[in-house]
């Protein structure tokens, strides 16, 4: 059997689930910040104000995780696209190359700080575990 050809459109659909995690995650950390906002006291103007802000970044993030679902789903959607001929002398300029360095880096360090933020997350899960039903003092 012959190998399918590789296609721009079966790339875009294998990079989908990027934006897609990010939306869930983003989504996620919406979630947290929504329960947060439960125990901050509206009366007093401090409360009232970390209130607003949380509310504020709520509203936000929730319409980031919307649009980045969106994009992974138009991504997936363009599986199908058909192959068509590319200016080589473009995708063989520097810039193309710097580009898609300039990308990696970025992934290499979003995996660093998602796999920094993943320990103190744990940490403070296990600080949360260890007080009963108290949570811990930062609350991110």
């Given at each position: 059997?012959?190998d399918e050809?590789?296609?721009?459109g079966?790339?875009?659909?294998?990079?989908?689930?990027?934006?897609?995690?990010?939306?869930?995650l983003?989504?996620?950390?919406?979630?947290?910040?929504?329960?947060?906002?439960?125990?901050?006291?509206v009366?007093d103007?401090?409360?009232?104000?970390?209130?607003?802000?949380?509310?504020?970044?709520?509203?936000?993030?929730?319409?980031?995780?919307?649009?980045?679902?969106?994009?992974?789903?138009?991504?997936?959607?363009?599986?199908?696209?058909?192959?068509c001929?590319?200016?080589?002398?473009?995708?063989?300029?520097?810039?193309?190359?710097?580009?898609?360095?300039?990308?990696?880096?970025?992934?290499?360090?979003?995996?660093?700080?998602?796999?920094?933020?993943?320990?103190?997350?744990?940490?403070?899960?296990?600080?949360?575990?260890?007080?009963?039903?108290?949570?811990?003092?930062?609350?991110?």
């Open positions: 059997m012959a050809e590789w296609t721009c079966k790339g875009l659909a294998a990079s989908a689930e990027l934006p897609a995690r990010m939306g869930e983003t989504d996620r950390l919406a979630n947290v910040l929504q329960n947060h906002m439960g125990a901050l006291p009366a103007p401090d409360g009232k104000q970390e209130h607003d802000a949380y509310g504020r970044l709520v509203r936000e993030y929730r319409a980031i995780a919307s649009q980045l679902a969106a994009a992974a789903e138009a991504m997936e959607s363009y599986r199908g696209l058909p192959a001929p590319h200016d080589e002398a473009v995708m063989a300029e520097p810039a193309a190359q710097e580009v898609f360095e300039a990308l990696v880096r970025a992934e290499d360090e979003l995996l660093a700080l998602l796999k920094q933020r993943s320990e103190e997350n744990h940490a403070m899960l296990g600080e949360w575990g260890s007080q009963g039903d108290a949570p811990p003092g930062d609350a991110r």
